[in-house]
């Protein structure tokens, strides 16, 4: 059965602190990784899709990697304005379902 | 840029009503979902439409019903709310399936 976990559930970080968020998955033919931010009472706000293991790719202070059993969210120096939940996510079957984390709510204190 | 729109933000109904959620996306894609959030529990997909007029039963298509009579839309539909179907909705619009999925602002519904 498909699945993607997130570790850890929470993450209190201060201010500039960096950290990572991890994101294990089990997919038959994984055919991309997608990231979103999701701010209390919104919807999730698209980051990144990665597609092969290796690859990277970057936004502000964030970086998403890849490799063929998990994926990892990089938080460089973050502000309090990075805290949210990031979720992850994967296309399961060919329907384009997407199977999703339950995500890592990250608070930056000041 | 993508956007997905969602008839209300926050609803409230009484057990027993039928309720409509709509949504709107601008990007011509082929394929919508509708999910609901609920703590503890995730996102989970309802239901999902890959071509107008066409549909697919999610993980929790019980107690609900969906409709794509356009491209750009797609309704999701509660025939008799029930106290469970509390939760927040959110729509999402994608261009093939291993594409990238963009979501709506998301609708909160009470039922009492």
């Known amino acids: 059965e498909d699945q993607v976990t997130q570790s850890p559930e929470a993450l209190r970080l201060q201010e500039g602190e960096s950290s990572s968020l991890n994101c294990s998955y089990t997919?038959?033919?994984?055919?991309?990784l997608f990231w979103y931010r999701q701010d209390p009472g919104k919807g999730p706000e698209f980051l990144f899709t990665?597609?092969?293991a290796g690859e990277e790719k970057e936004k502000e202070r964030l970086k998403a990697t890849l490799t063929k059993k998990e994926s990892f969210l990089h938080i460089t120096a973050p502000k309090p304005e990075d805290s949210a939940t990031y979720l992850c996510a994967a296309p399961s079957g060919n329907t384009g379902k997407l199977i999703f984390g339950q995500g890592t709510t990250l608070q930056v204190k000041p | 840029d993508v956007k997905v729109t969602q008839s209300s933000r926050y609803l409230v109904k009484r057990t027993g009503e039928k309720v409509f959620l709509e949504c709107v996306q601008d990007m011509d894609h082929e394929n919508m979902f509708w999910y609901r959030q609920d703590p503890g529990l995730g996102l989970r997909l309802i239901y999902f439409s890959y071509d107008v007029k066409m549909k697919e039963k999610g993980d929790i298509p019980e107690g609900y019903s969906v409709s794509r009579e356009k491209k750009e839309r797609f309704s999701l539909i509660l025939e008799s709310a029930s106290t469970n179907q509390t939760s927040m909705y959110l729509c999402?619009?994608?261009?093939?399936?291993?594409?990238?999925?963009?979501f709506g602002p998301g609708t909160r519904l009470l039922v009492l």
């Open positions: 990665l597609y092969s």
């Open positions: 997919v038959s033919g994984l055919r991309g």
């Open positions: 999402a619009s994608g261009l093939a399936v291993q594409e990238t999925q963009y």
